[in-house]
């Protein structure tokens, strides 16, 4: 089992920054592909980005590249999401999840979840 939990969400005015957070606990995610989705109310949950634990490898939506970057923190087993340059369609429940294996964006291919941090961004 992994245990997922999320912080650093807020409210941002638009152009501004945030870095989300998602510590893992309950065993170790070296084998492990974790990302980062985001949902909005009456929408589907959507692939932001991904990023393959050992090799470093990243995968993200073209709606955040350049943008955004993934990345973790092996001794705190810590993810990590720098937001920059947001804008008001980046307004989402984002969650940290975690699956075996390789990075898809399919969110039901993604086993275990955090709760969320909510980030909104005014305009």
């Known amino acids: 089992q992994v245990q997922l939990v999320e912080s650093g969400g807020g409210l941002v005015q638009a152009g501004g920054s945030l870095r989300l957070s998602c510590t893992a606990s309950?065993?170790?995610?070296?084998?492990?592909?974790m990302g980062w989705f985001r949902q909005t109310p009456g929408k589907e949950r959507e692939f932001v980005a991904a990023i393959n634990w050992s090799s470093g490898y990243t995968r993200y939506a073209d709606s955040v590249k350049g943008r955004f970057t993934i990345s973790r923190d092996n001794a705190k087993n810590t993810l990590y999401l720098q937001m920059n340059n947001l804008k008001p369609e980046d307004t989402a429940v984002y969650y940290c999840?975690?699956?075996?294996?390789?990075?898809?964006?399919?969110?039901?291919?993604?086993?275990?979840w955090g709760r969320g941090t909510q980030v909104t961004v005014s305009s």
């Open positions: 309950g065993r170790t995610v070296s084998s492990y592909v």
């Open positions: 999840a975690a699956k075996p294996g390789v990075i898809v964006v399919l969110s039901t291919a993604y086993g275990y």
